[in-house]
Nanobody, 118 residues
Framework: QVQLVESGGGLVQAGGSLRLSCAASGSTFSIDPMGWYRQAPGNQRELVATISRDGTTNYADNVKGRFTISRDNAKNTVYLQMNSLKPEDTAVYYC????????????WGQGTQVTVSS
């Protein structure tokens, strides 16, 4: 089993920055890739970014150039550095991990609120 715990959400003004962290515990050897999704009220959940253990990254088009995903494999932690934040980025951000051995398995964090004021 894998547990994911997000932190770092909060309130920030437009144009500001925020860094989210996701700490994985349990059977962390069995998850790859990891990433972030977000969901705003009334909207469907959308992919933000993913990163594999070898460093390969994938970003949604509307965050490219502003967000950077990274990971520390030794600490089993994934980060999302968010710069030039916009009110449209306001959402609950969820950490995600996919099973690499049992590929149908998915794990989710509890979510952390990010609010960007205008």
């Amino acid at each position: 089993q894998v547990q994911l715990v997000e932190s770092g959400g909060g309130l920030v003004q437009a144009g500001g920055s925020l860094r989210l962290s996701c700490a994985a515990s349990g059977s962390t050897f069995s998850i790859d890739p990891m990433g972030w999704y977000r969901q705003a009220p009334g909207n469907q959940r959308e992919l933000v970014a993913t990163i594999s253990r070898d460093g390969t990254t994938n970003y949604a088009d509307n965050v490219k150039g502003r967000f950077t995903i990274s990971r520390d494999n030794a600490k089993n932690t994934v980060y999302l550095q968010m710069n030039s934040l916009k009110p449209e980025d306001t959402a609950v951000y969820y950490c995600y991990a996919k099973g690499s051995i049992f590929r149908l398995r998915e794990y989710w964090g509890q979510g952390t609120q990010v609010t960007v004021s205008s």
